[in-house]
């Protein structure tokens, strides 16, 4: 981006501070945004534009005629222009455009894939499969039966801290996408097996050190994402769960459980922490393809 304008390269930098000040976006979220605005303004370079003013709305659909091309899927691209009517919307509230190009740019259609969703049964021999009698075991099961009975994000769960485990009245406060708090409850399950996690086990990780966190390694610091994957990967191989799992399928499987048991849409949605309440609404898919699959399974004529 060389030969931008040094005045679109602040304005995009002003962009970004408005998303993480004002709208108070997630650090993550703002890198994506900022990815994908800098991706459209290395191809309005190729372009020869030059002045944000002059990028059409041509541009635009020729910039996503291109990412279709490079094989960018369409869940990314309505992403990215998402991203660029942000972008747009922005400019014109600061008075540096008169219009935004990219109001009326339609997103690209993009197939709801049903996520991966264990069985109980699965569920059950998943939870069962770390050696609760070793250290890192009972850690282990605790974090399990957590993120189960709480549908938590991954990222949400290995960073939980003691101060937002609340054992007696049985529920844990967390923080979501864009910093959001929410009350999830913990169920007997998950209560029982954090308590005797910190009781038998934690203590064994932190040494002399102290930690705020609550799952921990073998340095007292907290236990990552990557590190969770493999386990939950590692466990369901040793339960005799085929296909890929994930701490996702578990989150999946929370939401699933809960519909199928007749759980109503607006309270999942709030314990999962979804914005909209169209992302909740995918599991409703999950639930009906699951009764179809019973349908045909032991219906006499299916």
Known sequence: MALLADEI???????????RVERGLAANTVDAYGRDVRRFLDYLDKQDVHDIKDAGRSAIMNHMIELSQAQVGPRSRARVLSALKTFFAFLLREGLLNGNPAADVEAPASRKYLPKTLTLDEVD???????????????DKAMLETIYATGLRVSELVGLQLSQVHLDPGYVRTFGKGSKERLVPLGDSARYWIEQYIRDSRSGFLGRATSPFLFLNRSAAPISRQYFWRKVRDYSRAAGIHGSISPHSLRHSFATHLLARGADLRSVQMMLGHADISTTEIYTHVTRERLKQIHQQHHPRA
Do not use: C
């Open 125 to 139: 021999r998943l939870l069962a499969a770390p050696d609760q009698e070793s250290r890192g075991g009972l850690r």
């Open 9 to 19: 390269l602040n304005n995009l930098d002003l962009f970004l501070d408005h998303l």
